[in-house]
């Protein structure tokens, strides 16, 4: 699942720098912005078939690749 979700977060941010360092903050970093956020949880909601409203899509807790992986099994967990 985590390199399925790196996967993800690459082909959206068009760049595999934050690989080097998975609690690079990537939106301090300029890789995710508000655009590619909501096609990010569009695609992590598509891909593993869980609801990430983004009423609990707080920027600091999923702004990185480590924090992301983590809210992504939360929610599977909650299934």
């Given at each position: 699942?985590?390199?399925?979700?790196?996967?993800?977060?690459?082909?959206i941010?068009?760049?595999?720098?934050?690989?080097?360092?998975?609690?690079?903050?990537?939106f301090?970093?300029?890789?995710?912005?508000?655009?590619?956020?909501?096609?990010?949880?569009v695609?992590?909601?598509?891909?593993?078939?869980?609801?990430?409203?983004?009423?609990?899509?707080?920027?600091?807790?999923?702004?990185?690749?480590?924090?992301?992986?983590?809210?992504?099994?939360?929610?599977?967990?909650?299934?």
């Open positions: 699942m985590k390199e399925q979700i790196f996967d993800i977060i690459e082909t941010a068009g760049t595999d720098e934050f690989r080097e360092d998975l609690d690079m903050d990537l301090e970093e300029g890789i995710l912005d508000s655009m590619k956020a909501i096609m990010l949880i695609e992590l909601e598509s891909n593993f078939d869980i609801s990430l409203p983004p009423s609990e899509m707080d920027r600091d807790d999923w702004n990185t690749a480590n924090k992301i992986v983590a809210r992504v099994q939360e929610k599977q967990d909650e299934n």
